[in-house]
């Protein structure tokens, strides 16, 4: 809990690293489809007599209007379209490289550094929260450390579509006590490999991304570009409606461990119905407890999983449609990057405020869970 006491904690620097492929649903759709027509026509003798589901078409029409996504950034294109493999294919590296994860990590935590005007030297803390990591051990923070010279602590975090936020919280705490002077707070979110790809009810949803927050105590702050962190606030409900049971226990328990249930999976549409109220309750009772209304808030840069979802907790919190200029979306060409959509939406849409102006980054998702940060621009 914060006092008046407490010391200042300011961001002072942002970073985003963006894939250089693109998947439009264009391309999507019609990989997914003609794997469909293929998988109908091998298995038409198990469908006729119903031993077999046939596999329905997807549409670019369904995924735009009910999602908002045009399009996404994929770490690595290569096998996704291919309706013999369908997913990413990635070389496998040795152990002495930099891993995947670590190697965005690295790319957007330079550019949150550069923002901010800091050296390795400056960072005592690399905290990496996102949706996934690829091993359990030694954390991908503490690979980034290293390879950043980065002194201190590094440690891995995982809370799933809310990571980005948790992280930034963890982050706030280490330097309102003291455990830290300033905090590289990254998001790798490598979730292609995750998606199923023969699913149509989730093949569209997300894109790849790396974004980093720079987190210290204002004294020590040289940015031009600030924003004081005046409040944070977190809260879970356990929720089965998005799950992923990808895990090592799979060894033991002689699961297929790519099977099905253990990539992405989700009931969306209680998803989108259960939690966009639990959003809008979260960011009225945050904004509450300091006293402002949510009309006060110059920006919302919300969690960027549905423009419909977005549309409908800022519409319970304002009471009416708001422009674009009030909640930035970015999923239209990023889709849904797990926890870093929040983060790239900050990142790109942030520099206009004027000093005092009130922001609030919040993101949810799978858990439940939900994170913000109420913010004002120095
Ligand atoms: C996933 C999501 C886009 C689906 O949109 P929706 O409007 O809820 O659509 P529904 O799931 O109700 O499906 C409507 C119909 O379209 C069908 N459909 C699903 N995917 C389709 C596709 N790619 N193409 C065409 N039709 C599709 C469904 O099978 C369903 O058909 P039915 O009515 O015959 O059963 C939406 O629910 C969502 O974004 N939810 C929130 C998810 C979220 O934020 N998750 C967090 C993850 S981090």
New binding site residues.
């Given amino acids: 809990m914060k006092t008046n006491s407490s010391p200042k904690v300011v961001i002072s620097g942002s970073g985003v690293w963006t894939p250089s492929n693109a998947i439009t649903n264009e391309e999507l759709v019609a990989s997914y489809n003609a794997y469909a027509e293929k998988f109908n026509a091998e298995h038409g003798a198990e469908i006729a007599t119903g031993r077999m589901e046939e596999k ?1 078409f ?2 670019e029409r ?2 735009e209007k ?2 908002g996504i045009k399009a996404r950034y994929v770490y690595c294109k290569e096998g996704m379209l291919d309706i013999t493999r369908m997913r990413p294919k990635f070389p496998e590296r040795a152990e002495e490289e930099l891993s995947n994860q670590a190697e965005i990590a690295v790319y957007a935590a330079r550019d949150a550094m550069t923002a901010a005007g800091k050296t390795a030297a400056d960072i005592d803390a690399v905290i990496v929260s996102c949706a996934y990591t690829q091993r359990a051990y030694p954390a991908i923070a503490i690979e980034v450390q290293h390879e950043l010279g980065i002194e201190g602590f590094g440690f891995d975090m995982l809370v ?2 809310s990571a980005a936020t948790f992280g930034l919280h963890r982050a706030y705490d280490s330097l309102i006590s003291g455990s830290a002077r300033c905090v590289l707070a990254i998001n790798p979110e490598l979730v292609t490999p995750q998606v199923n790809y023969c699913d ?2 989730s ?3 997300f894109g790849d991304v790396a974004t980093a927050i720079i987190m210290e105590r204002s004294e020590t702050c040289t940015s031009p570009n600030r924003y004081e962190v005046l409040s944070t606030k977190a809260i879970t409900k356990f929720s089965n409606n ?1 799950r992923s049971n990808f895990g090592h226990i799979s060894r033991a328990t002689d699961s297929d461990p790519f099977g099905w249930d253990k990539l992405f999976h ?1 009931a ?2 209680k ?2 119905e259960e ?1 966009s109220p639990i959003a809008a309750a979260h960011i009225s009772d945050h904004l509450a407890s300091l006293k402002l209304k949510p009309q006060e808030v110059k920006r919302f840069w919300l969690h960027q ?2 423009i419909n ?1 977005n549309n409908m907790v800022i519409k319970q919190l304002l009471g009416q449609d708001v422009d674009s200029d009030v909640i930035p979306t970015i999923l239209d060409r990023y889709g ?1 990057t ?1 926890s870093a959509g929040s983060v790239i939406a900050f990142h790109l849409h942030n520099a206009d405020l004027k000093k005092g102006d009130i922001g609030m980054i919040c993101s949810f ?2 858990g439940y869970s939900v994170g913000s940060l109420v913010l004002r621009k120095l």
Avoid: L
Wanted: proline fraction near 4%; glycine fraction near 8%.
């Fill in positions: 329905p997807s549409s369904f995924i009910s999602s799933a579509c149509r009810e093949h569209f949803i998005i989700q969306g549409r998803v989108f939690v999983a549905n979802m849904n797990a998702g799978a």
